[in-house]
C-alpha cells in the first residue's frame, strides 16, 4: 500500500560543500602557506628591502655599544639618551618635561626630536639590551619600513606592477636623501607612516567624489555618490596617523602636509570638475580629521611651543642650510658612483638630500614629458616635485658654493615659527616619493603597453638608479662607558634620581657623558647637556644651556689640559655651582682627556677624591 503523503517539508538536500567550506576546513598550516604563496612576490620584496638596511648598517652591529656611526657620533649619542628617556614610561616614569638632562630646569621633550612614539614601543628592547641596540635596530627599520610601505601604496593604491613599485619604493627607501638622514637622524628617516597619509587623503578624495562607482548593499549592485561611512573611517583614520606621526617626527609630517597641499591645489586647477564634485565632502573629512587631531594634539603642541623649556622656533639659520643647486646634478659621496669632492656642496655627510645625479634628472624629466596631462596624479606629483625641489635652495639661490644674490622661493615662507623648525634643504627629502611615483607611473604604463618602450623606460631607470646605490654607513669603536656606571657603582655616590655631575659636563659638541645615564637607563639626573632650549637671545631657541662658570673652568681644562689657579672665589662658585645644580656628587672617569690635571683642579675645588672603580668621585 503505497502512501500519497506529501514529504516532510522540512527535509533538506544534502549540500555539496563548496570552496569556502574546504578553506574553513583545510589545516590552519595549509591556509599560511597558501597566503604565504598568493603574496611570496610581496614577501620577496619586503625581505630584499630588509637585507638591504641591514646590509647598510651591519659595520654598527657586531657590538652596537661599542661602535657609533663615523659620520654623525653626537647625534647618536643624544637619540640613544631619547631612547632610554623615552624607556622609562614603562617604569611609570616620564613625562614632557624630563627632569633627567639640564637638571634643574629639565628638557622638554616636545621642543626635541626625541621620537617618542618609537621609543615607547621599543622600551623593552632599551630596557633589556640597551639604547644602543635599539638604535642600530630603527636605524635599520625605518629606511627598510619606508621601503615597504611605498611599495605597497603603489602595487596596491596605484595599482602599479610588482616591478615597477619595487624601482620606485626602492628609492624612497633608499634614496641618497634617506642614506644620509641614517647617520644618525632617526626623526627624518621614520617616514613609514608617510605612505598611510597619502593612501588616507586618496581614501578620502575616492570616497567623497560622488560620481565614483562603489559597491551597494548586497544585491543591489554598484551605486554612485559621497560614501560617507568611508568619508569617516578615512577622516578618523587620517587623524590617527597624523596624531602618531607627530609624535615620531614633525619635520617629516610637515613636509608631507606641505607636499600634499601643492598636490592638493595643482589636483583642483587641473580638473576643476573633480574640485567642483569632491570639495564639499572632502572638506568635511579633513574638517573631521583635524578636530579629532586637535583632540588629541592640542595640550602636547601647546605644551611644545609656550610650555616649560619650550621653543615656538628653530635653531638652523636658513641662509646655512640651504641646499647647493649644483648638488642636485652631483652622485652623494656615499653612493657608489659618489665622489668626496660632492660633500663640500652641502653641510655634512647627514644632509645629502639633494644628491640626485644627472642620469636620475634626466629620466625622471622624460618620465614627466612622457606621461604628461595623461595621469592626473604624474602631472600633480612634478608641480610639487618642482615647488620642494625649488623651496630647498633656501633663502638666496647658491652655485657651487657661491651666493648669487638670487632670491629663492623659501623668502616667501621664511620667518613663519612652523617653517623656522625645518631647515630648507630638507625640502628636498620630500622630491625622492615625489620622485619615485613619476617612475613608478612611467615604468607600469611601459610594462602595460608593448614595443620598444615595453623594455627602453624600465631599463632607463634602472640604469639611472644603478650610480645612486647605497654603500654602507661607516662605524669606528667608541671608548667604553666607565664600570664605575655599567656596574652601578654610582649608586654609592648619588641616590636614584638625585644629579650625578660627569667631569667635564655634557655639551652640544661633547655630549659623550650622556652615555652614562643612558647605560644606567637615566636612573640619575645630568647638569647641561645636548638638546634645544630657550637659551638664545631673548628666549629663542638654542642648543644646550648656558654653561656655568665651573662648567666652562672644567671644560677648558679637559680640552687643553692646562691647570687653572684656583682660589677662594673659584672655590665658592664651584660651592654655588653645585648648590644650582642640587648635585651629590662629582665623578671623574679614568681614560677621560687629561684626566690628571682635571682630578687636581677638582681636588683644589672639593677636597680629597675618593676613588670608586674606575673613577675619582667627590661628595658634595
Sequence with gaps: MSSAAPPATDAVPERIPGPADRTARRPRAARIRAALGRHRTDLAVALFFAVSAGWLTHELWPDPGARTLALNPADQTLYEWFLTIDARALLGDFGLLTDRLNAPEGV????????????????????????????????????????????????????????????????????????????????????WLVPVIVWLVVRLLRAADPRRLRAGPPGRGLRTGADRRRIVSSAVGLAGTVSAQVFIGEEVLFLAALTLLVMAVTCAAADRDLARRALPGFAVGLALATGLAVLVLAYPLWFQFAGPQGVADGVFNPRHFSADLRSWWAISPLSVAGSESSATLTTGPAEYNTFLGWPLLLVTAGCAVWLGRRRLAALACTVAALVMAALALGPAVVLGGT?????????????????????????????????????????????????????????????ALLPLAPTPLPAVERPPVPEFVTGGHWRECVEPGGVLVPVPLPSPKDPWPMRWAAAADAAFRLPEGFFIGPYGRRGTAAFGAYPRPTSRLLAEVARRGERPVIGNEERRQAARDMEFWNASCVALADGTPHAESLRITLEQLYGPATRIADAWIWRV
Design 108 to 191: 622638554n621633550l616636545m621642543a626635541n626630536t626625541s621620537i617618542i612614539a618609537l621609543g615607547i614601543v621599543l622600551a623593552p628592547v632599551t630596557l633589556l639590551l640597551g639604547a644602543p641596540v635599539t638604535f642600530a635596530l630603527l636605524a635599520a627599520a625605518n629606511v627598510a619600513g619606508t621601503a615597504v610601505a611605498w611599495y605597497l601604496f603603489f602595487s596596491r593604491v596605484l595599482r602599479a606592477r610588482r616591478l615597477a613599485a619595487g624601482l620606485g619604493a626602492g628609492l624612497c627607501g633608499f634614496g641618497p636623501g634617506m642614506v644620509s638622514q641614517t647617520n644618525s637622524h632617526l626623526h627624518m628617516t621614520a617616514q
Design 403 to 463: 651666493r648669487t644674490g638670487l632670491p629663492g622661493p623659501y623668502v616667501l615662507l621664511a620667518g613663519l615659527p612652523v617653517v623656522d623648525g625645518a631647515l630648507p634643504m630638507r625640502f628636498a627629502l620630500a622630491v625622492l616619493p615625489l620622485v619615485g611615483a613619476l617612475l613608478v607611473l612611467a615604468v607600469d604604463r611601459a610594462l602595460r603597453g608593448t614595443g620598444l618602450t615595453r623594455r627602453l623606460v624600465p631599463a632607463a631607470v634602472g640604469v
